[in-house]
């Protein structure tokens, strides 16, 4: 009887140590798929996320826009609007200042387009260009906003050593109407266009 109680009670211990070492083992693999998930997470920010300004990225941006030309495609969008933004006198501001200082002004004018524009996404889409793809009451009040931000931009200075640089954004406007424009990238077209006139109306110099 005693062997037998031994037995048994050896046994018991042995299965207890297995279910434990199972127990680790699955803690240990649930944590490893906790960390994966994390460590994708923040590889997902750093794509979709510009370093230099906090906005949006390109990557962002070009996912962003084949998800709109599938609503297109699909007759799913009513209200869009683009604005495509550029920083006006960006090279003499490097020639002149550096890129440190230059890297300031593209912060600094992408502070103030965010500001506006805090319901739409804002995308850096290239050295010195910016899109917003305009949402909800941005898409209602464009106009007004783009008012507000012309004057923001010409009382805003950035001071870098004894010059003083005022922020400076030629900026173009488009709708999308269904009866002519097929894909996002019409809407697109039509407002860096009017961004380029505008660009040659409202370029001024870069440091006073």
Partial sequence: M??????SLLHSFV????????????EET???EQEQIRELGSAKKKIYTDPLTGVKSKQAYIEDEEKLNKKI????VKELGVVVFDVNDLK???????????DIYIYTA????SEFFENSP???IGGDEFAVILKNNDYKNYHNMLVKLDKACSEDFITVFEHRIPVSLARGVALYNSE????????????????????????KPALV
């Fill in 2 to 7: 005693g062997f037998l109680f031994s037995s």
């Fill in 15 to 26: 299965v207890e140590d297995e279910k434990e070492e199972q127990r680790r083992e699955l």
């Fill in 30 to 32: 649930l944590r490893r």
């Fill in 73 to 76: 495609r699909s007759g799913l």
């Fill in 92 to 102: 003499s501001v490097n020639d002149n200042l550096g890129h440190d200082t230059g």
């Fill in 110 to 113: 992408s502070m103030m387009i």
């Fill in 122 to 124: 804002v995308y850096r």
């Fill in 180 to 203: 002519v424009d097929r894909i996002y990238e019409d809407v697109f077209a039509n407002a860096d266009h009017a961004m380029y006139l505008n660009k040659e109306e409202s370029k």
